[in-house]
């Protein structure tokens, strides 16, 4: 699976990474994206018991330990250290996407990897899926991750989904020593964790080159008086919510927009004809291929 060169339409960001290739947040899926060429990727922290920020959206094991022959968990990370974090096995098995969309619309209220990460629409019970794809992942620390990072010859731009709270003073200690601080994007759609990132920037200092965002969802008016007090490079909001008097509003307050993924091509159509910075989306592939047919002369 390879990107076009010639790509020019908005920025794709991997919504977890390309999920086609490895279970969201893992290196994998990371690589994947790398290797496809988008010029984004989206990932999620939580809190482990001993301080270390992890790359995860859920904040137990349940979901991506799920067909695992012998080692479910449901353990919470925030009571594990990162040793014992670092030893749960991730099957790929019936937790990566197909290349090909969804015979419906996926919109962000199912933006929590549906049911086909379970194997019900796959039509494959985990002891097939295990026996034609035995891999395992492993989550891995934010400080692995910005290493990683480091070393891409062209690092994507990085959106950083805060999951949970106390993460901002580790988190500012790995962001001043990262040599790539600059491809992060420092965002939440909680809004008392967006209130603990903009008030650590403002009291320990923004690493230079960090830039801060906020998943907003909806440009409300009461939204839009809120954000005027912010220090915002972007914002995230939802898919067929917002309209280009929306887009430009913000823009000329110094204020990218990104959409909230709307993998489908009504929105792809919609979303290349507004002046976006670029969409979060788990079908990368799917829209590329799209994008080479339909959606190349629109932008």
Not at 154 to 179: F, N, Y
Request: charge should be negative; include cysteine.
């Amino acid at each position: 699976m390879n990107s076009p060169v010639s790509y020019c339409g908005p920025m794709r960001l991997a919504h977890r990474g390309l999920v086609q290739a490895a279970p969201e947040n893992t290196l994998g899926a990371f690589q994947g994206a790398v290797e496809f060429g988008c010029e984004g990727i989206e990932i999620d922290i939580q809190l482990s018991k001993d301080g270390e920020i992890i790359v995860a959206h859920d904040d137990n094991f349940t979901r991506m330990t799920l067909g695992h022959p012998t080692g479910f968990s449901n353990r919470h990370l925030r009571d594990m250290t990162w040793e014992e974090i670092s030893r749960i096995e991730l099957p790929y098995a019936n937790h990566t996407l197909p290349d090909e969309l969804p015979p419906y619309i996926e919109v962000e209220a199912m933006s929590m990897m549906p049911e086909r990460l379970m194997g019900q629409e796959m039509g494959r019970d985990y002891e097939t899926a295990l026996a034609q794809d035995g891999r395992m992942a492993h989550l891995m620390r934010f400080a692995d991750f910005d290493a990683w990072l480091a070393t891409q010859q062209q690092p994507p731009t990085v959106e950083v989904e805060v999951k949970a709270p106390g993460v901002m003073k580790r988190m500012l200690e790995i962001l001043d020593q990262s040599s790539v601080v600059d491809h992060y994007i420092l965002f939440s759609g909680v809004p008392a964790f967006n209130d603990e990132i903009q008030q650590a920037c403002r009291l320990q200092g923004k690493p230079e080159g960090l830039r801060l965002g906020a998943n907003i969802r909806f440009l409300t008016d009461e939204m839009k008086r809120q954000v005027e007090n912010m220090d915002l490079y972007e914002v995230g909001l939802n898919a067929e919510c917002f309209t280009q008097e929306d887009v430009l509003w913000l823009k000329a307050r110094g204020i990218q927009v990104l959409s909230n993924l709307g993998d489908y091509p009504l929105w792809w159509e919609q979303l290349c004809q507004m002046d976006v910075l670029g969409f979060k989306t788990n079908y990368a592939c799917a829209f590329t291929a799209w994008w080479q047919e339909h959606g190349a002369n629109r932008t």
